[in-house]
């Protein structure tokens, strides 16, 4: 079974712009998840969708916004990007039951200039 | 929200050693998972163990949900062992909380 892919891998952008990562779960997995990695605060949570809808949502601004598609494909955007917002973001996805081994992809680099 | 902890921040080993990671939590979790972060970003599972022992390999984990505390063993380490030891745990859904990681040093 093919694992959790996420495009691009590597992204520059500039200020004010904004930006779209994509993930794409494991076959059969309704799950996706999205964090943040930074050296000052680590991992953390952005936001689930499962069958389309948004389950849970961190503790993020609201520039930070996800979806999902029918074929569990899932979308995220950050809109006025800021210098801080440079990161590793990772995308997990999980089987059907609530709570679930989590499957990350390789992620995403952002780098904010 | 619940806080997740692990020990040591930094390890360093030669070749072969044995070694003990601590992940403690401050409240019931239904979901707790081991990953290690390889060199390019990603996170790979080691085990999902909520409660219990669970082995593989050289690597094994047991959770003492009541106690709230999981550790991690490895065991014979080697070189490519090195990196990011992150242990998560989730009382919610699929909304984990990480710990600060463990960086693990293998020396030849």
């Known amino acids: 079974k093919a694992g959790v892919t996420q495009t691009p891998r590597y992204l520059i952008k500039t200020r004010g712009q904004q930006v779209t990562l994509s993930c794409s779960p494991i076959?059969?997995?309704?799950?996706v998840s999205w964090y943040q990695q930074t050296p000052g605060q680590g991992l953390q949570f952005l936001f689930e969708?499962?069958?389309?809808?948004?389950?849970n949502k961190g503790n993020f601004p609201g520039r930070f916004s996800g979806r999902q598609f029918s074929n569990s494909r899932s979308e995220m955007n950050v809109s006025t990007l800021e210098l801080g917002d440079s990161a590793l973001y990772l995308c997990a996805s999980s089987g059907p039951v609530k709570t679930d081994t989590q499957y990350f992809g390789p992620g995403t680099r952002l780098t904010v200039l | 929200g619940i806080q997740v902890e692990q020990s040591p921040p930094d390890l360093i080993l030669q070749e072969g050693a044995n070694s003990t990671l601590r992940c403690n939590f401050s409240d019931s979790v239904n979901n707790l998972q081991w990953f290690h972060q390889n060199p390019w970003g990603q996170l790979i599972n080691l085990f999902y163990?909520?409660?219990g022992t669970k082995q593989n390999g050289r690597l094994s984990a047991t959770t003492v949900a009541t106690e709230r505390y999981s550790l991690l063993y490895i065991s014979s380490s080697q070189t490519t062992d090195s990196g990011v030891y992150f242990c998560?745990?989730?009382?919610?859904?699929?909304?984990?909380?990480f710990g600060g990681g463990t960086r693990l040093m293998v020396k030849p």
């Open positions: 163990i909520p409660s």
């Open positions: 998560a745990v989730t009382n919610a859904g699929n909304m984990l909380t």
């Open positions: 076959s059969g997995h309704r799950s």
């Open positions: 969708y499962f069958s389309e809808t948004q389950r």
